[in-house]
Nanobody, 125 residues
Framework: QVQLVESGGGFVQAGGSLRLSCAAS????????MGWFRRAPGKEREFVAA????????YYAESVKGRFTISRDNAKNTVYLQMNSLIPEDTAVYYC??????????????????WGQGTQVTVSS
């Protein structure tokens, strides 16, 4: 059974940084696409970033490109989201997600099979 556990959320001032972690277990994730999504108050959940576990190819939403970096550590079975230059609009619950195979539709949440419980990120102005 796949389990995804996020950590690293918190409260930070605008311009600051946070690193989110997603510890994955229950499978061999070499064939998986791992993603980060977020849901801001009163809004729908949206795509943030994704990474192909095997190849390391990365994909980003325009709103975070140049500020956020997604990466993975094979030995630790963990995916990271380094968030720099945070702005209040980044305030949201951040979710880790996983899907087997393929990168088409990497930003479409319904194509992901597994989800973590989410971690809150709050950015003050």
């Amino acid at each position: 059974q796949v389990q995804l556990v996020e950590s690293g959320g918190g409260f930070v001032q605008a311009g600051g940084s946070l690193r989110l972690s997603c510890a994955a277990s229950g499978r061999t994730f070499s064939s998986y696409l791992m993603g980060w999504f977020r849901r801001a108050p009163g809004k729908e959940r949206e795509f943030v970033a994704a990474i192909r576990w095997s190849a390391g190819s990365t994909y980003y939403a325009e709103s975070v490109k140049g500020r956020f970096t997604i990466s993975r550590d094979n030995a630790k079975n963990t995916v990271y989201l380094q968030m720099n230059s945070l702005i209040p609009e980044d305030t949201a619950v951040y979710y880790c997600a996983a899907r087997l195979n393929g990168v088409l539709g990497y930003a479409i949440e319904r194509l992901y099979n597994y989800w973590g419980q989410g971690t809150q990120v709050t950015v003050s102005s």
